[in-house]
């Protein structure tokens, strides 16, 4: 277990948090760049266009959009119903079988043709990551998300109005982890962009080596180091 004032899963730390929102930068230029032209990290945008084509009278352009927030929809639903039951029968924890299912799919996905119907891709990285973010909630204690930026840039802001006004707590140490994470994100597009350009649909492949060293991570805190702690939930849910 990792933290210092306080014991915190393996799945809950720090490192975890960042190598997954590495991950999700990756995801979001992989879609962006060669599946579509879409993110489909969050469901923002998704509902904008779904209120756009409404507005205008497309109506099954609109109901199109309800593909990929379904999608979503199911990925919040399942992580939410399978975390115990995991746990009880394949004594791993859910957050480790997630990701062996996210490297499943993401290797799946790189074998789609290039002329595969792009909806393919974003549905299964629709569905993905809505459960990572379901699953993954606070990094040591500090409420995170593993599949966008715009809270982080949120609470960087919090933190740092606090600091400035002098309120009491860590504050910058706070601002410090949420800049970590766009930083990280930045770089996981950053590299998918380049890979994209050079490997077109099976860039996605690239995520594997982050995928599998977070899995390795947490295979070994469930059957090891964490054994005992099988049953424990991590903070936030």
């Given at each position: 277990?990792?933290?210092?004032?306080?014991?915190?899963?393996?799945?809950?730390?720090?490192r975890?948090?960042?190598?997954l929102?590495?991950?999700?930068?990756?995801?979001?230029?992989?879609?962006?760049?060669?599946?579509?032209?879409?993110?489909?990290n969050?469901?923002?945008?998704?509902?904008?266009?779904?209120?756009?084509?409404?507005?205008?009278?497309?109506?099954?352009g609109?109901?199109y959009?309800?593909?990929?927030?379904?999608?979503?929809l199911?990925?919040?639903?399942?992580?939410?119903i399978?975390?115990?039951?995991?746990?009880?029968?394949?004594?791993?924890?859910?957050?480790?079988?997630?990701?062996?299912i996210?490297?499943?799919?993401?290797?799946?996905?790189?074998f789609?043709?290039?002329?595969?119907?792009?909806?393919?891709?974003?549905?299964?990285?629709?569905?993905?990551?809505?459960?990572?973010?379901?699953?993954?909630?606070?990094?040591?204690?500090i409420?995170?998300?593993?599949?966008?930026?715009t809270?982080?840039?949120?609470?960087?802001?919090?933190?740092?109005?606090?600091a400035?006004?002098?309120?009491?707590?860590?504050?910058?140490e706070?601002?410090?982890?949420?800049?970590?994470?766009?930083?990280?994100?930045?770089?996981?597009?950053?590299?998918?962009?380049?890979?994209?350009?050079?490997?077109?649909?099976?860039?996605?492949?690239?995520?594997?080596?982050?995928?599998?060293?977070?899995?390795?991570?947490?295979?070994y805190?469930?059957?090891?180091?964490?054994?005992?702690?099988?049953?424990?939930?991590?903070?936030?849910?």
């Open positions: 277990m990792t933290g210092n004032n306080e014991n915190y899963l393996e799945c809950e730390s720090s975890v948090f960042k190598i929102m590495l991950v999700a930068g990756f995801y979001g230029a992989y879609t962006y760049s060669v599946r579509g032209g879409v993110f489909c969050a469901q923002t945008a998704n509902f904008v266009l779904f209120a756009m084509a409404l507005g205008k009278g497309e109506i099954t609109g109901i959009y309800l593909i990929p927030m379904s999608a979503y199911l990925g919040a639903i399942v992580s939410e399978l975390p115990k039951p995991v746990k009880k029968k394949y004594f791993i924890r859910w957050d480790t079988l997630l990701i062996l996210e490297i499943a799919a993401v290797i799946l996905l790189g789609l043709p290039e002329s595969a119907p792009h909806q393919i891709s974003q549905v299964a990285i629709n569905f993905i990551c809505s459960m990572q973010y379901n699953t993954f909630r606070q990094a040591e204690g409420p995170m998300a593993t599949t966008f930026c809270n982080h840039l949120r609470q960087t802001g919090i933190a740092l109005a606090k400035i006004t002098g309120k009491e707590g860590k504050n910058m706070r601002a410090l982890e949420h800049i970590k994470m766009i930083g990280v994100f930045v770089i996981g597009g950053i590299v998918s962009a380049f890979l994209c350009t050079l490997f077109k649909g099976r860039a996605i492949w690239g995520a594997l080596i982050p995928l599998l060293i977070v899995f390795i991570d947490l295979l805190a469930d059957l090891k180091t964490e054994r005992e702690y099988i049953e424990a939930k991590p903070h936030g849910h």
